[in-house]
């Protein structure tokens, strides 16, 4: 929890600036000819129309681009030849730094089943640079995906380090003091009890590489289940008979459903049907990326794992999608394309939602008066010129 409580409020922006002559997609609405101020991290104030004097601000005229609130990652594995398994500093450094090229301001570093000494190492390796920055993206904390999976449905993870939930193994993984979101296969005998602990911990947990039944979702959602990972991948496929993880994630509202767009995963009329069956407010936008993110076609791997990257799409050895070198403002604009919808509904997904899933919604997700200054500019066609992170630019094209 300390180092929990150290992302949320280490660091402050010492800069001050004024964001003027853009498109600003603010909690309230789109301010055209919008400006906003930003003081010591926050948001100090924000309008349309007449700028301000700001006295000291550096000043950024955007040109009539679009402001818009940063993009948070739930599920986020590697990039730049880097991944979160890999335990080190430059990794998870590296790694921030490129997101924050494309527009995420904060995010979830994401381990893979492994065996518990490379988790707890790449746990305490997160807690560390919770402490000491990234340069980048805010580090948020951890997602553990695995290893309280179900083996059939283990997509790109290692069958061999699959394993039943034990209390003197996880307790020690939540000891850490990072874990913010957990994966499990809720219908794996002994996960019930792992649902019930995470929960009393603070986390977010997510159905997710599983064969569950809709009876087996209905109660892990009572029990605390309120995610579903990449949604469609790692699962029973609909069936109009047995609806299964796929049915319940579409229906049931207390379920979130994570959703990777990069066209790849997901065919767009899937994209279209999520989000008419969930609703903007339902849908969590991750990239799933791995270290091949920002890197050419090459050979890579993930969880100790081989992966084949060729057009840009990760493979496994057995032809087994393995994560993906999407970034979040691609899938910003994949899921306009499917969905028909304009860059105003589409923002929740990558902003407010994945805040209030995290229990930050009270200061992220949204430009608004004293939140922080978590802030993207964007083109019209969605490349990033500009990240702000607490009030300080990491990012400038």
Known sequence: MRARRAAENRNPGTQRILFSNAAVYAEDGLHEQGWVLVEDGRIA??????????????????????????????????????????ATPEALREMARFYARHGVTAFLATTVTNPLEPILAALQNVAHLIRTGTGGAALLGAHVEGPYIDVERRGCQDRSHIRPASPAEYVRIFDTGVVRLLTLAPEVPGNSDLIRFAV????????????????DMRRAAELGVTQVTHLFNGMEPLHHRRPGAVGAALTLESLRCQLIADNIHLHPATLKLAVRAKGTDGIILITDAMRGAGMPDGDYDLGGLAVSVRGGVARGADGALAGSTLTLERAVANIMLAAGLSLAEVLPMATSVPARALGLAKRKGSIAEGKDADLIALHDDLTVSLTVVAGRIVHRS
């Open 200 to 215: 009393s911990r603070g986390a977010i947990v997510s159905a997710g590489h599983t064969r569950a039944k809709y009876e």
């Open 45 to 86: 104030r924000l309008g349309q129309g007449p700028v301000p004097a700001a006295p000291d601000a550096e000043r950024i005229d955007l040109a009539g681009q679009n402001l818009a609130p940063g993009f948070i990652d739930l599920h986020v594995h590697g990039a730049m030849g880097h991944d979160t398994m890999d």
